[in-house]
């Protein structure tokens, strides 16, 4: 491995452990279960169902963004909160994840018809 | 931003081979490991399953889109959410997908195949977060912990809530 592709699996791996920080509390966890799979949602949605109060909820979800893993866009006078996985596992973390798999298949393919 | 996959690779063989390697479903399932239910017809689901060891519970889905013959082949398909769960209830249609298209060109000594996967942009974060999980050794256990809690989060939370 080069000392530049090292140089930079170590930056991901201190960019990944300041994400694990970030979800290393279980309202936080919540707040991240909730926003993950569905539409953004506004503070007041994200409080309903919580003993915590607006404010609580909100110092969370400012932890949050500050890793990058929740973002805030607003709609109409409200903010909106989402979820972004870039972070932890980005499109291209994911595309070449399926490309070494295309590899191997390839491969297979290539004994498969030559053979 | 929308990250391609492309492959180029020469294979000794004739076009007319390698066609019936990608399109004949028996063969096609031979080489890329999974059991086809039935042959591959264009705007038909295609279901089967995964018949690499270890990954036998995971379902095969995709929508053949173009058969021209000899020159491309092509299906979308959604990506699993996880390789881990035996995930039966999943209902793919209407999930976003990937294309996959697998183009044939005669060479001298035989063909060229080029693949390319594309639309990646458009998948939704869980199924990113399973890469991520698989590429990064180190934060394998970690991030199994995650995602068992936000199941069991979810869950538990979607019995909780009464009306």
């Given at each position: 491995?080069s000392h530049?592709?090292r140089?930079?699996?170590?930056?991901?791996?201190?960019?990944?452990a300041?994400?694990?920080?970030?979800?290393?509390?279980?309202?936080?966890l919540?707040?991240v279960?909730?926003?993950c799979r569905?539409?953004?949602?506004?503070?007041?949605?994200?409080?309903?169902?919580?003993?915590?109060t607006?404010q609580?909820?909100?110092?969370?979800l400012?932890?949050l963004?500050?890793?990058g893993i929740?973002?805030?866009v607003?709609?109409?006078?409200e903010?909106r909160f989402?979820?972004?996985?870039e972070?932890?596992?980005?499109?291209?973390?994911y595309?070449?994840?399926?490309?070494?798999?295309?590899?191997?298949?390839?491969s297979?393919?290539k004994?498969?018809?030559?053979? | 931003?929308?990250?391609?996959?492309?492959?180029?690779?020469?294979?000794?063989?004739?076009v007319?081979?390698?066609?019936?390697?990608?399109?004949?479903?028996?063969?096609?399932?031979?080489?890329?490991?999974?059991?086809?239910?039935?042959?591959f017809?264009?705007?038909?689901?295609?279901r089967g399953?995964?018949?690499y060891?270890?990954?036998?519970h995971?379902?095969?889905?995709a929508?053949?889109?173009?058969?021209?013959?000899?020159?491309?082949f092509s299906?979308?398909w959604?990506?699993?959410?996880s390789?881990?769960?035996v995930?039966?209830?999943l209902?793919?249609s209407?999930?976003?997908?990937?294309l996959?298209?697998?183009?044939l060109?005669k060479t001298?000594?035989?063909?060229?195949?080029?693949?390319?996967?594309s639309?990646?942009?458009?998948?939704?974060?869980?199924?990113?977060?399973?890469a991520f999980r698989?590429?990064?050794?180190g934060w394998?256990?970690q991030m199994?912990?995650?995602?068992?809690?936000?199941?069991?989060?979810?869950?538990?939370?979607?019995?909780a809530q009464?009306?």
């Amino acid at each position: 491995m080069s000392h530049r592709s090292r140089s930079s699996v170590a930056a991901k791996r201190r960019r990944h452990a300041f994400v694990f920080a970030a979800l290393g509390d279980a309202t936080r966890l919540s707040l991240v279960a909730k926003l993950c799979r569905g539409q953004p949602r506004s503070i007041s949605q994200l409080t309903q169902g919580s003993k915590l109060t607006r404010q609580a909820i909100t110092k969370h979800l400012r932890v949050l963004e500050s890793v990058g893993i929740v973002h805030s866009v607003r709609k109409g006078r409200e903010s909106r909160f989402e979820f972004d996985p870039e972070p932890i596992g980005g499109i291209k973390e994911y595309a070449d994840f399926v490309s070494e798999q295309w590899d191997q298949a390839l491969s297979r393919l290539k004994s498969f018809v030559e053979d | 931003m929308n990250s391609v996959i492309e492959k180029r690779i020469e294979l000794k063989a004739p076009v007319s081979r390698v066609w019936r390697a990608l399109t004949d479903y028996r063969e096609f399932g031979e080489w890329f490991r999974v059991k086809l239910d039935g042959p591959f017809a264009p705007g038909q689901v295609s279901r089967g399953r995964i018949t690499y060891p270890g990954y036998e519970h995971v379902k095969w889905e995709a929508v053949v889109q173009k058969m021209e013959h000899e020159r491309l082949f092509s299906f979308t398909w959604p990506h699993p959410k996880s390789l881990d769960k035996v995930d039966t209830a999943l209902d793919y249609s209407g999930e976003p997908s990937t294309l996959v298209e697998f183009r044939l060109e005669k060479t001298a000594g035989g063909t060229l195949l080029v693949l390319t996967e594309s639309g990646f942009d458009k998948l939704p974060g869980d199924r990113r977060l399973e890469a991520f999980r698989r590429n990064d050794g180190g934060w394998t256990e970690q991030m199994k912990n995650v995602e068992n809690y936000l199941a069991n989060y979810v869950s538990e939370n979607h019995v909780a809530q009464k009306p």
